[in-house]
Every structure is written in structure tokens, then in C-alpha cells.
């Protein structure tokens, strides 16, 4: 399996919703990540997630909580969002979190986040 | 905030012909990758660089890296429609030497017409 698989694909939600995204892989990769992706923009680091804990936060606000609750899964919590965070939410995952082990990304299809 | 910034921002050419895209970036890296985007879906990761390489080939892809110029160019030969996507350059940003968290450039939109 060389996939990264996020569910849902579309999500709608209201502003005073609680909801999350969930992503999964199985090619045992111990470095996972989201990216958040306006339109026409370059996707924007938010989490990593290195062996199963948090090793990056990119200032991200505390309505967005992401937990990883073993080495496959990745969730976004999501509570409270704002129209403005209606955007492409990427999971990707590399085989360790490492410059130096030159390894490329696999990225999941995203989920596309509407906030109403 | 971007690491890299690709030129052109937009590219437009007819089937069989080869684009160039280029990327620029300010901050050492170990290795500099591009990766493909269709339709605002997923990304694909295409070729990975490494720093003390200087062309790269997959392919029709060919992936050149000057390190002294922080630059780095893309080529697609005999390009297809179904090339047609944005494609982006990513390269490493250091977290006080825990590095390998990729960083994209803003993208170069390629449309190869039939």
C-alpha cells in the first residue's frame, strides 16, 4: 500500500461545529504532516508529527488540534473555525522526519474544508 | 512564509513542445524536490535533488541544481495535455537543526494545449 487515504474528501461546516479530518497510511512512516492549501496558493506547513509526537507546530491556531494516535493515523480536530479557514487540507507522510534521509513526500487527495 | 519562488508563475504550450520552469530559494537546503499538482488535489512528489548533485533525470524529466546560484530549473520534454497541472519546487526549512520539513515555492501553472 503506498497510499495516504483523507477522509472526508468535502466537508461543510458551520462555525460553531466540532468535526475532523482523519488521515491514514500504511507504508510505515514515522513522519506525518499537514498542510493547509488556500486557492491558488502554495500549500503552508501546520503540523509534524515525528514517531507519534507533535514536533512542529507552526503557530497554528488552538482551533485546530491535531492528535496522532499511532504511527498510521493522523487526525485534525477542528472547533470553532472561521470562514477564512475554509481551505485544502493535506496529509502527507515520508519515511522519517529528516533532510538527510532525502526522501520524498506522499501526499494524501486532501480534504476540501468549507466553512459556513 | 515560501523558501522557494518558482518563474514563471504561469506557462502556456502547445503539445509536443518542452517547458521550463525554474525555482529560486534563499536558505541552504540538503535537497530540493518538485512535485505536481492537478486540479488542486494531492501533491506527487516527481524528482528529489540532493545538494551535491547537479542534474537529475526521470524520464522526460530532467531536474538541474546550482547551489552557488540557489536555483534550481525543471524541464518537461515532449510535453502532453495531460502534463497540465501546477507544479511546485519544496525544499527543507531548519528548526534549529531538526531539519526535513518541506517548504513550497508558489508554483508554476503549466497549460500544454492539444
Known amino acids: 500500500d503506498t497510499e495516504v487515504t483523507q477522509t472526508p474528501k468535502h466537508l461543510v461546516m458551520g462555525m460553531t461545529n466540532k468535526k475532523s479530518l482523519k488521515c491514514e497510511q500504511h507504508m510505515g512512516h514515522r513522519a506525518m504532516y499537514w498542510y493547509k492549501q488556500k486557492a491558488k496558493k502554495p500549500p503552508e506547513l501546520m503540523f509534524v508529527y515525528s514517531y507519534e509526537k507533535l514536533s512542529i507546530n507552526e503557530s497554528v491556531p488552538s482551533r485546530f488540534s491535531p492528535e496522532c494516535p499511532n504511527s498510521s493515523l493522523l487526525n485534525l480536530h477542528l472547533h470553532a473555525l472561521q470562514p477564512e479557514d475554509s481551505a485544502l487540507y493535506l496529509c502527507a507522510s515520508s519515511h522519517r522526519q529528516s533532510a538527510i534521509a532525502n526522501y520524498g513526500y506522499t501526499f494524501g487527495s486532501g480534504t476540501r474544508l468549507t466553512v459556513v | ?114
Open chain 2, 1 to 114: 512564509s515560501q523558501q522557494g519562488e518558482e518563474d514563471p508563475q504561469a506557462l502556456s504550450i502547445q503539445e509536443g513542445e518542452n517547458a521550463t520552469m525554474n525555482c529560486s530559494y534563499k536558505t541552504s537546503i540538503n535537497n530540493l524536490q518538485w512535485y505536481r499538482q492537478n486540479s488542486g488535489r494531492g501533491l506527487v512528489h516527481l524528482i528529489l535533488i540532493r545538494s551535491n548533485e547537479r542534474e537529475k533525470h526521470s524520464g522526460r524529466l530532467r531536474v538541474t541544481l546550482d547551489t552557488s546560484k540557489k536555483s534550481s530549473s525543471l524541464l518537461i520534454t515532449a510535453s502532453r495535455a495531460a502534463d497540465t497541472a501546477s507544479y511546485f519546487c519544496a525544499t527543507d526549512k531548519n528548526y534549529g537543526g531538526s531539519q526535513g520539513n518541506l517548504i513550497f515555492g508558489k508554483g508554476t501553472k503549466l497549460s500544454v494545449k492539444p
